[in-house]
């Protein structure tokens, strides 16, 4: 494991949705890491293959969710159990 | 009413007439309904991706928020999923007050927010390929005015 900060390791729920979820070829994945924020995750991420490097090649295109409320990608990760990454949303 | 969440198509007319109804002290109601627009006829397919449990949860609060920032009767926000055809109805909502100025600004209010804070992603076909819809920098904007 890549190490992305100083937390202690724990198994987080990840998803992806819209063009993510497209370029990294999975809804979901299970992932171990002692990130202690989502920008430490997201480098995390980026370094495991070269899918996920696609998918966070513009960090600035990215929004997270932390167990389902929006959040910033400086949040920290303590507690949360499921993180989801998704483009800028287009209901209506 | 709250907030519903389905694939399936909904009957505008039949849940605008039972949200009227009975509904005690209401001058006003606003009605409004998305439509997927054709777009000349180069658009033959849309497909809405959602977050579910999220995308609940995230409409739950903004009808919360729009009953209380406008002192609403009752409020009501439908939104589909999947596969749409152009002239298919995507979503809709619909506000009761006791004025027509505070039924017609939460509707606006509901539609600004549902745009961008609500886990929802469009994805259309046409002839050259299928592509996913870009967020607005306006639709960002029109969160300002609130």
């Known amino acids: ?92 | 009413m709250g907030v519903r969440v389905q694939a399936e198509a909904f009957d505008f007319g039949a849940e605008a007439a039972a949200f009227g109804r009975g509904l005690p002290d209401v001058g006003a109601i606003v009605t409004f309904s998305g439509i997927v627009r054709e777009d000349g006829g180069t658009l033959s397919e849309m497909v809405i991706e959602h977050y579910p449990g999220m995308t609940e949860r995230a409409l739950g609060a903004i009808r919360d928020e729009a009953m209380a920032r406008f002192g609403l009767a009752d409020a009501l926000v439908i939104h589909r999923f999947g596969p749409m055809r152009p002239g298919d109805q995507i979503m809709m909502v619909a506000t009761a007050a006791r004025h027509r100025a505070d039924a017609f600004a939460a509707a606006e209010f509901l539609m600004d927010y549902l745009k961008s804070r609500a886990p929802f992603w469009k994805k259309e076909t046409r002839p050259e390929g299928a592509s996913w819809v870009a967020a607005k920098d306006a639709d960002e904007a029109a969160l300002g005015r609130w």
């Open chain 1, 1 to 92: 494991m890549i190490s992305g900060g100083d937390g202690p390791v724990t198994t987080i729920e990840v998803l992806y949705f819209a063009w993510l979820r497209e370029r990294i070829g999975a809804g979901r994945e299970r992932i171990a890491t002692d990130a202690a924020d989502v920008r430490a995750l997201i480098a995390q991420l980026r370094a495991m293959d070269d899918r996920h490097a696609a998918a966070f090649a513009d960090v600035a295109a990215v929004r997270v969710a932390l167990d389902q409320d929006l959040a910033d990608l400086d949040a920290p990760l303590a507690g949360v159990r499921e993180v989801a990454f998704f483009p800028p949303m287009t209901g209506g």
